[in-house]
């Protein structure tokens, strides 16, 4: 069995008004960890966008790769071996296009 890594804690949460509680809000200062959550009825969302558009966009970019958008493999160290070799190709393709 390998060992597993340890996780990191992040330093800063960026939610949508989906998470707009005072016990999610509470339990992330109790953590130390700093948020910016939208209001509901308050504020935009639209704000919020300019952090998460990365994350979401890389999300979309594995999607693509039917392998991983199924998850055909059982083991999660198959899967995670198969999203590095996407993650690669995705990496690959890019910078090709950046070199034409």
Same mark, same amino acid.
């Given at each position: 069995?390998?060992?597993? /890594?340890?996780?990191? #804690?992040?330093? !800063?949460?960026?939610?949508? !008004? ?6 999610? #809000?509470?339990?992330? @200062? #109790? ?7 939208? *209001?509901? %009825?308050?504020? *935009?969302?639209?704000? =919020? ?5 990365? @994350?979401?966009?890389? @999300?979309?970019? =594995?999607?693509?790769?039917?392998? =991983?958008?199924?998850?055909?493999? #059982? !083991? ?6 198969? @999203? %590095?070799?996407?993650?690669? /190709? ?6 090709? !296009?950046?070199?034409?």
């Amino acid at each position: 069995m390998t060992p597993r /890594l340890r996780r990191r #804690r992040p330093t !800063k949460l960026h939610a949508d !008004k989906g998470y707009d509680y005072d016990h999610l #809000r509470r339990w992330l @200062v #109790r953590r130390g960890i700093q948020h910016r959550i939208a *209001s509901k %009825g308050v504020e *935009s969302s639209q704000r =919020l966008g300019r952090h998460r558009w990365v @994350v979401e966009r890389t @999300v979309s970019w =594995l999607a693509g790769c039917r392998r =991983l958008h199924r998850r055909y493999e #059982r !083991k999660p160290e198959h899967f995670l071996a198969f @999203v %590095g070799m996407a993650a690669a /190709l995705i990496c690959h393709r890019r910078l090709a !296009k950046t070199q034409l």
